[in-house]
């Protein structure tokens, strides 16, 4: 996590290879608790316009939360929130994110679409976010 602009402003960084693996017993009990973890902490963290970076790089494709769960996160984050993200970058997209955006694409509102921007290397990131205040893992800078 970290700030930019006057400093209210928040960069969240979710890394994906961190993720559980779907094969584990207690996957959806584990996925459910992140959830209501990211959305309190979202609510904590943000008072203004803020960003989410997904990190994908380094991730199989067992560690990627479904698109039900994806689905799901976004409804039921609060109209505040889902209104004041400015920018949802995905870092490494894979083939298998890029196809399910597009198939979702008619589903997703035209606002939140126009909010997701696929960026291929942390250098491209570098131009577009001040990266002294975001931490990437060294497994995804490899």
């Given amino acids: 996590t970290g700030y930019y602009g006057d400093g209210l ?29 990211v959305i309190s902490t979202l609510e904590l963290m943000v008072a203004e316009d803020y960003m989410i970076v997904y990190l994908n790089g380094a991730t199989p494709r067992r560690r990627m939360p479904g698109l039900g769960w994806m689905k799901k996160c976004y409804q039921m984050i609060d109209r505040r929130l889902r209104k004041n993200l400015k920018s949802f970058i995905i870092v490494h997209p894979s083939w298998f994110i890029r196809t399910i955006l597009a198939v979702t694409r008619p589903f997703i509102s035209s606002k939140f679409s126009s909010k997701i921007q696929y960026v291929n290397t942390l250098a491209e990131l570098r131009e577009i976010i001040p990266m002294e205040y975001v931490q990437i893992p060294d497994s995804i800078v490899k």
């Fill in 9 to 37: 402003n928040a960069i969240i960084v979710f890394a994906a290879c961190f993720l559980p693996d779907s094969s584990r017993t207690d996957y959806n009990y584990v996925m459910e608790n992140l959830f209501l973890y």
